[in-house]
């Protein structure tokens, strides 16, 4: 183990220069560690780096395993064609239904703009008419209220109000007496309120780390298992036929655990620069100066 030997002058060093002391012999004798980036720990995924086929995937397999191998191969197929033929038809028009044309859509569009204008005119002149004469009526038949109706009035607007301060005044006191049964309602939500955030943070990263997130443009799709048909099945090693391709498995097994973005069907359109750049010609203001009978110094 190395030494350093400092020279302090024969001064007594101070704390701070024994600290740097310090430090540049931890330093110089390789014995501090350097500092660990905050990504060196980052996990990206829980997902296993390898995942292993079933036993029915073998070269050699039981009946019955193989069996339910290949009926979940078909099944997955089966559902894929399911939702290709649902799209399919809710695309597909109805026997007897064509697409609409532009000639058709204007004239459906404009139908009814200049055919009913006198219509709408008189309708909207009978209405007014109308409603004129309902407020006529309404004034001809309103009365106007005597003395002692209009201090009545007062009277019972005045005991509704002191009914209602008297009312926020006991419910008040009695809040008071609740304190204990509000408190304690109010610390049994907020301890419900903690438990599902917890239970939320834990569903949140479960997802992020058990899952597959999308990060580049285009969405994941798992390679197609791959399986082997009945003729196919040599119980041999020698005979076998090879299936599927590493380096796509590898590929898919990185993009499903986060640590490749997945590309998208169609890339990025990237803005074309121009090879040639325009010239731009500026006259400054020191050479508009210069004239035929100016003298250069």
């Known amino acids: 183990m190395g030494r350093c030997i400092v020279d302090d002058g024969g001064e007594e060093p101070s704390d701070e220069m024994i600290a740097q002391m310090r430090d540049y012999c931890l330093q110089t004798t390789k014995r501090r560690k350097p500092k660990e980036p905050s990504t060196l720990k980052h996990i990206t995924s829980l997902l296993p780096k390898v995942e292993v086929a079933g036993p029915g995937a073998s070269y050699n397999p ?14 997955e197929e089966i559902k894929a064609e399911k939702v290709e033929s649902k799209l399919e038809k809710s695309l597909k028009l109805a026997p007897g239904q064509t697409y609409i044309s532009k000639s058709e859509k204007m004239a459906e569009e404009s139908a009814g703009l200049f055919d009913n204008e006198k ?11 109308r409603s004129d004469e309902a407020e006529n009526a309404k004034k001809s038949t309103m009365r106007r209220r005597t003395r002692k109706e209009r201090r009545v009035e007062a009277l019972e607007k005045q005991k ?3 009914d209602e301060e008297y009312k926020s005044v006991k419910s008040a006191e009695q809040a008071v007496f609740a304190v204990k049964k509000i408190n304690k309602e109010i610390s049994e939500e907020l301890t419900q309120v903690n ?11 479960t997802k992020k780390l058990l899952g597959t997130q999308q990060l580049g443009r285009g969405k994941f799709k798992p390679e197609e298992q791959p399986f082997l048909m009945t003729d196919e099945l040599t119980g041999s090693l020698r005979e076998l036929k090879p299936q599927g391709n590493i380096l ?6 990185l993009q499903k655990r986060n640590m490749l973005p997945v590309p998208g069907e169609e890339g990025r359109v990237k803005s074309k620069l121009k090879k040639k750049l325009k010239i731009k010609e500026t006259e400054r203001r020191s050479h508009k100066e210069v004239t035929l009978g100016s003298r250069v110094i």
Do not use: F, H
Request: glycine share 4%.
């Open 248 to 253: 796509m498995d590898r590929l898919k097994s």
């Open 119 to 129: 219509q709408s005119t008189e309708a909207e002149d009978g209405a007014a008419n």
């Open 62 to 75: 039981p009946v019955a395993m193989y069996e339910s191998y290949i009926n979940g191969i078909v099944d």
């Open 160 to 162: 509704k109000l002191i």
């Open 195 to 205: 438990e599902k955030a917890k239970l939320r943070r834990k569903q949140k990263w």
